[in-house]
Nanobody, 124 residues
Framework: QVQLVESGGGLVQAGGSLRLSCAAS????????MGWFRQAPGKERELVAA????????YYADSVKGRFTISRDNAKNTVYLQMNTLKPEDTAVYYC?????????????????WGQGTQVTVSS
């Protein structure tokens, strides 16, 4: 089992940048696919970005391609989400997720391990 703690959220103006971090407990972090989901008020949770255990594969939602970058440091048990050129529609609670069975299952959003979430607010 893995525990996830997100940090780095906050309030930023449109066009600005934020970097989210997710620190994971446990010695098996390097075997987990990791990802970031977000949920805006009144909307369903959606996958933003995902990365395979060895960083060989990444996935991005169309809405964030070219603006967001997911990365991980297995030595630090941490996954990051660099968010640039933020837009008001990026406002949401961002959740870190971990999945031992790979990116494809993580993208389904089922049986993932979840963090508690961090709020990102982008003002216009």
């Amino acid at each position: 089992q893995v525990q996830l703690v997100e940090s780095g959220g906050g309030l930023v103006q449109a066009g600005g940048s934020l970097r989210l971090s997710c620190a994971a407990s446990g010695r098996t972090f390097s075997s987990y696919a990791m990802g970031w989901f977000r949920q805006a008020p009144g909307k369903e949770r959606e996958l933003v970005a995902a990365i395979s255990s060895r960083s060989s594969n990444t996935y991005y939602a169309d809405s964030v391609k070219g603006r967001f970058t997911i990365s991980r440091d297995n030595a630090k048990n941490t996954v990051y989400l660099q968010m640039n050129t933020l837009k008001p529609e990026d406002t949401a609670v961002y959740y870190c997720a971990a999945q031992p069975t790979g990116v494809n299952y993580l993208r389904l959003g089922v049986n993932n391990y979840w963090g508690q979430g961090t709020q990102v607010t982008v003002s216009s």
